[in-house]
């Protein structure tokens, strides 16, 4: 039996099947609200507007001297040789540029090492380096530094390898390209285990004894710090590590590092840059992705440039990614960024089609605890994404396997109530390898072995989740009360911006709206229009995306849960709320709105 669509929603509306009436039975999430600002904190941010304070409280930020620094810094915060060993690894690059010795930079398959590759190659070619770079591929070399690719680098005579992106635990390959006599930087931004590289240069601020400020710095930042210190030893007129503050935002967004501190810095010029980019690669890649660079915020490189860019290594190689970064003319970097363009749309039918697959092996008619789905015919590359969808859809633990020869190497994304990683930890057993976080995670098992696993794992889920009820969560920054409507109040949100993994967007509830009007939009009408009336009679116009099911079963008055935005038509600009969710007003009457549109 497959599961209906009202409970894929998860029990949001249902049919009484007596009257046949739709009624509206729940919210899709449980709705949690920042705690209130204290007087003491109220009082020390006055200067700022009224929702703006709350929102800098709720980020961490209680005194004017953070909030300033946070709404205003751009570019660098720190010097980069507060990072260890970073002394070594600018002289050591300046020697092998002065002694014409060739240096590759040896970069990850996702877009923050793409970036971070193209940043270092081209710093590197400003200050008269003889330098290529090294993508490896996903499917026949894995993650990290691999020891055949050393070997090859090494025949073809490159004497110093740079790492971006990985290699903090390539412990070996290290000792290899020592015995090749080939010297290595490590510049990378993952956890270290405990043996660190014996490299020329190990420059990662987590590992033991690195005081530099900042922890969340992704791959391209760090890359950002070394090209920033070499021109700090070695000026070019002018040229400056800023140039590259482009690429640095579009890796670290990508990356889903925390856009606080230096991060939320760095990407705030970048924007600013991408906003005015001359750089073929980033002008190809807006026209594919139907982005107007003027008006590009992170949330456009999360969605429309991170994902084109990510496509190549997950399909094929991220050769064509970095190419289309390094293009300097434009009809190379249009026919990279479409075939870019059409490697994403191939990802996205590819992951539909493992998370179909994955849905029809579901033969009960209740979701599991934990979800588990391997096949041969599934794409590595795309698994990690299908486990994803599956976990947010469930929202249960999810774990997507593609079926070798010998090994299933599968990945996993989970939810709040359930730490997959020390879930794998209690299965080390039957796992040849495994590691990850408490949201996601990878392994390889081998075979024989992946029943066995799955219905260890899903015991282990139904034991933790036992007497609860599983429902996500989504947690607003406040009550908006409709009289702070202001022209300013969504400048005051901009400055906020740029929003991401950890600086969340603001969000708000409104309670006790009327319903004026609903309708479904859209090319599958599965999207609603709303028009909402204040208390005091002002109208506000909304959108819920991919929430067409409300309609014909709203009550007349509603709790909306929403962030704000603009609205523009025939050029003129309004706010309008994008609806995350809805519920019955908890001061309403919960009747049946009757003016709402049969759309």
Request: net charge negative.
């Amino acid at each position: 039996m497959k599961l209906s669509v009202e409970y894929l929603i998860g029990l949001t509306a249902y049919t009484n099947n007596k009257d046949q009436q739709s009624y509206m039975t729940e919210a899709l999430y449980r709705w949690d609200i920042q705690p209130e600002m204290p007087l003491s904190i109220l009082e020390t941010l006055a200067s700022y507007p009224r929702v703006q304070r709350t929102l800098l409280y709720n980020r961490g930020l209680p005194n004017p001297a953070e909030a300033a620094i946070y709404l205003h810094r751009q570019g660098p915060l720190y010097d980069p040789f507060r990072l260890d060993q970073m002394d070594q690894a600018v002289a050591t690059i300046l020697h092998a540029i002065e002694t014409g010795q060739e240096i590759a930079v040896y970069g990850d398959y996702d877009v923050d090492g793409v970036t971070a590759s193209c940043l270092l190659v081209e710093a590197l070619e400003k200050l008269g380096a003889r330098v290529r770079a090294y993508i490896p591929n996903r499917f026949e070399e894995g993650y990290g530094v691999n020891g055949e690719a050393l070997q090859t680098l090494h025949k073809e005579g490159v004497a110093l390898t740079v790492t971006v992106d990985c290699g903090i635990r390539s412990t070996g390959e290290t000792v290899l390209a020592t015995e090749l006599g080939m010297q290595m930087i490590i510049c990378d931004h993952h956890e270290p285990s405990d043996e660190l590289p014996q490299a020329a240069a190990v420059i990662c601020h987590k590992k033991p004894g690195d005081t530099y400020p900042d922890k969340n710095l992704a791959g391209v930042g760090l890359a950002f710090k070394l090209a920033e210190a070499l021109f700090s030893r070695r000026p070019i007129p002018g040229v400056s590590a800023t140039d590259w503050l482009d690429l640095v935002a579009i890796g670290t967004v990508a990356d889903l590092v925390p856009l606080t501190n230096e991060n939320r810095s760095l990407v705030k010029s970048g924007l600013q840059q991408l906003r005015q980019s001359t750089r073929p690669g980033i002008l190809a890649l807006a026209e594919v992705s139907r982005v107007k660079l003027s008006e590009i915020t992170a949330t456009t490189i999360g969605f429309s440039f991170g994902p084109r860019l990510n496509a190549a290594g997950r399909l094929e190689t991220a050769w064509t990614s970095l190419n289309l970064m390094l293009s300097k003319e434009m009809r190379q970097a249009r026919e990279l960024a479409e075939t870019l363009d059409e490697q994403n749309r191939r990802r996205q039918e590819l992951t539909r089609q493992t998370q179909d697959q994955a849905i029809q092996m579901m033969d009960s008619d209740r979701i599991p605890a934990l979800i588990a789905a391997a096949d041969s015919s599934f794409n590595m590359g795309v698994v990690g994404l299908a486990a994803s969808k599956l976990s947010e859809k469930y929202y249960r633990p999810a774990i997507v396997g593609a079926v070798g020869e010998e090994f299933t190497r599968a990945s996993c994304r989970s939810i709040a109530e359930f730490h997959i990683t020390q879930a794998l930890d209690q299965c080390a057993d039957l796992l040849d390898r495994h590691g990850g976080h408490a949201m996601a995670a990878g392994f390889t098992v081998r075979n024989e072995n992946w029943s066995k696993l799955t219905r260890r794992l899903l015991e282990i889920a139904q034991n933790q989740f036992k007497g609860k009820t599983l429902r996500p969560s989504k947690t607003a920054d406040m009550i908006l009360p409709p009289d702070y409507f202001r022209e300013d109040l969504l400048d005051q949100i901009a400055e906020m911006e740029p929003f991401g993994y950890g600086n969340p967007e603001a969000v708000f509830i409104l309670r006790d709206l009327q319903v004026k009007s609903a309708r479904a939009v859209g090319a599958d009408q599965d999207h609603l229009r709303l028009s909402f009336i204040t208390d005091n009679n002002a109208i506000l116009e909304a959108i819920a995306f991919r929430q067409a099911f409300w309609n014909g079963q709203l009550p007349q008055r509603v709790d909306v849960l929403c962030t704000l935005g603009k609205n523009t038509w025939r050029d003129r600009t309004t706010l309008q709320l994008n609806v995350i969710d809805l519920r019955p007003a908890e001061n309403g009457s919960g009747a049946k709105a009757e003016s709402q549109d049969s759309g």
